[in-house]
């Protein structure tokens, strides 16, 4: 019998990387098996959900393409070009196209913080160890396999990012100008992933238990945020980005001229220097074309070299193992019995502190959160504008948590499994999920509520959006985690499956958007046509009442067993 080929060792281990993402086997998920079903059904289902991930993801970065792309318009560019700045036009054309490839790089990167953990705990590469494969042929596997997480949004950068640029600038030279740019971006971005990645098994996924490992925990999670927060800081100080880098351009030429040889800019400065020729870094000072192009070929040796690097560290990353102290002992076991929903809540921030994927669904909010309050730092806020920023704060705060609060359900493999021959029913489990959304939208809030007090000394009000508000965001979870106990419960599906599919996860999550929603556009409404501000905070608050006692009834009749 033939040898397996590489691209079918590959095509196999993708397989279970997929159903070890989809039905978590590893940690104790239980599948139900359907009567009749076709024998494939559940490797057939997995490649679905999978491909549905890769399909949301690669769609988020079409939306940024062709964001980016609309900044290019004559539209945008007039509000930059003229005024009482003027950012020059290759400036700004460059950044752009900078920020576009630092954005897509970023949110590569996230991809790999997502994925990466599942690699790693699927347990696929250890496996094919054992079997008479030759080493080359085993790196070879390793890196097709971390490849395939990457492919679909990879390609729809490498692809569309060129062909937009091509068609915003009337030149399909100025677009392919860019390739080696997104290619740098692409090589990175695994690069960063794995490296990551490494850190995480090492000083994070073995660390021990407790509060203060937890903090711990958090605190080198708070690192993989970096991705996001550059991301969300891009996007909302872009004005504040151009005419930082205008007035450098008039005071500190030679900062500036440092500035944009930093990656990604040189490969933002090559399709402008298509443009309008050499003469155009007249308009970026401190450069000059030499030093782009050097600058630019030396990052794609670079990338070069982390293709070299790529041939083995896939394969040497399944192989490393937690750092853990080994000396340290603990003494005595305190167990400290909470209420069952307390209980859930605990397990589901443990949980997160050692996984980068929820972990990110915690502190996006947060991140959103930092995001708002800073940008009233650098904006010229007025009287009313409080409202403006009480209103972006407090909706983006609750809609990112209502988004994002069926995905918790993905952390609840063992603990279904509990509820099946515990006392713990699947209301204690409803306030335990709802409780983390709770939590998250409480601290968002207080993030924004400490970064805006010294700038508009209007704390009250802020507490009056975060207060009417709150019954809205606890209806709106309340119908979400009920309508997957309820999905869950009637067909027997594990509530971990249904929340890890895309269909599902918005199906479920669009409801709750809008509950969510409600009590502040009721807000904005009233005072849109002169209602007073007292008035309108107390008909936000009372939606949000009838909100919660419509959905609290969804929590006190849902089936499962035990009490509490």
């Known amino acids: 019998m033939a040898s397996p080929t590489t691209r079918q060792l590959a095509d196999a ?46 769609f988020l970065i079409v939306l940024l393409v062709l964001g980016s792309m609309l900044t290019l318009t004559h539209v945008v560019e007039r509000f930059f070009l003229a005024g009482p700045t003027i950012v020059p036009l290759p400036l700004y054309i460059a950044t752009v196209i900078a920020g576009l490839l630092l954005l897509e790089m970023s949110f590569l990167w996230m991809v790999g913080l997502q994925s990466l953990p599942t690699y790693l705990s699927s347990q696929i590469l250890p496996m094919l160890e054992s079997l008479p494969i030759p080493e080359k042929q085993l790196d070879r596997v390793a890196l097709l396999v971390v490849l395939r997480l990457f492919d679909a949004p990879a390609l729809t950068a490498l692809v569309l990012t060129p062909l937009a640029l091509g068609i915003i600038l009337h030149s399909v030279v100025l677009g392919l100008l860019i ?60 004005f504040q980005i151009l005419y930082g880098l205008t007035a450098l351009a008039h005071t500190a030429p030679g900062s500036l001229g440092a500035l944009l040889l930093a990656f990604p800019f040189p490969f933002g400065v090559l399709p402008v220097l298509g443009l309008s020729g050499p003469a155009s870094l007249a308009h970026l000072p401190g450069l000059n074309l030499p030093a782009v192009l050097a600058v630019a070929a030396a990052y794609v040796l670079v990338a070069a070299a982390v293709v070299r690097w790529l041939r083995t560290a896939p394969r040497e990353l399944t192989r490393i193992s937690p750092e853990v102290d080994a000396y340290r002992q603990r003494v005595g076991a305190g167990l400290r019995p909470v209420p069952p929903p307390a209980a859930v809540l605990i397990k589901d921030v443990r949980t997160a502190s050692r996984t980068p994927g929820y972990a990110f669904l915690i502190l996006l909010p947060l991140i959103d959160a930092v995001v708002i309050g800073f940008s009233s730092y650098f904006g010229t806020p007025g009287p009313d504008s409080v409202f403006d920023l009480g209103a972006a704060a407090v909706s983006t705060t609750a809609l990112l948590a209502t988004f994002f609060g069926p995905a918790f359900f993905a952390t609840e493999v063992m603990g279904f499994s509990y509820t099946r021959t515990l006392p713990l029913s699947h209301r204690s489990l409803l306030v335990g999920k709802a409780s983390l959304i709770v939590v998250v939208y409480l601290l968002a809030s207080a ?62 999550a669009l409801p709750g958007i809008v509950i969510a929603g409600l009590p502040i556009i009721l807000f904005l409404a009233l005072r849109s046509t002169g209602v007073a501000s007292a008035l309108a905070f107390v008909a936000m608050g009372a939606f949000a009442l009838v909100e919660l006692a419509l959905f609290s009834l969804l929590a006190l009749v849902l089936p499962g067993r035990g009490r509490g």
């Open 13 to 58: 281990a993708y397989l279970e990387l997929s159903f070890q993402a989809v039905y978590a086997m590893r940690q104790g998920n239980v599948l139900t098996a359907r009567p009749g079903a076709p024998s494939d059904e559940l490797a057939v289902n997995a490649r679905r959900l999978v491909a549905q991930s890769k399909f949301l993801v690669s």
């Open 447 to 508: 993030v924004v509520v400490g970064l805006t007090v010294l700038r508009i000394l209007t704390p009250l009000l802020f507490l009056a959006f975060i207060v009417a508000e709150l019954p809205g965001l606890v209806a709106a979870a309340f119908l979400e985690i009920g309508l997957l106990l309820r999905k869950a419960e009637r067909t027997g599906v594990p509530i971990s499956m249904l929340s890890s599919g895309a269909w599902w996860t918005t199906t479920v």
């Open 179 to 238: 390739v080696p740019g997104v290619v740098c971006v692409v090589l990175f971005s695994i690069a960063l992933s794995l490296r990551t990645g490494r850190f995480f098994v090492q000083r994070v996924q073995g660390s021990r238990g407790g509060f203060r490992s937890t903090v711990f925990r958090w605190a080198y999670l708070l690192l993989w945020a970096i991705p996001a927060f550059g991301i969300y800081g891009f996007v909302a100080f872009s």
